[in-house]
């Protein structure tokens, strides 16, 4: 276990780096219009982000101690296909949590 003065101290370096990072965009750059170049990689950011969350629960899921299961993969098999074929998130997203349901229910 972390000892008290350590973990505060790690606190605070955390919230000093959220506030340096959160201060550059909007402290210093303000009202300054971003560069094209800039703002068209911006747009992909959650688009890079989400996969990245999501993957390790699909490959290395905790509820079966990291061993790959039909079940999760079907669902993202279902979620990926659907999303891109119809450009719908929330279509996407309901499709691939009714498979994941169905095939936890059905495989146990």
């Known amino acids: 276990m972390i000892e008290g003065s350590a973990l505060w101290l790690f606190i ?22 971003l560069p094209a170049w800039l703002l068209r990689h911006l747009r992909y950011t959650a688009v890079a982000v989400l996969p990245g969350l999501v993957a390790p629960l699909v490959v290395w899921p905790a509820a079966t101690g990291g061993a790959l299961d039909a079940p999760r993969m079907a ?3 279902v979620t990926l296909t659907l999303g891109y074929a119809f450009r719908n998130v929330i279509l996407a997203i309901a ?14």
């Open 12 to 33: 605070a370096a955390l919230g000093a780096g959220t506030f340096g990072l959160r201060f550059v965009f909007l402290g210093l750059v303000g009202n300054r219009p």
């Open 75 to 77: 669902a993202a098999l």
């Open 95 to 108: 499709a691939g949590a009714a498979t994941l349901f169905a095939g936890l229910a059905f495989f146990g």
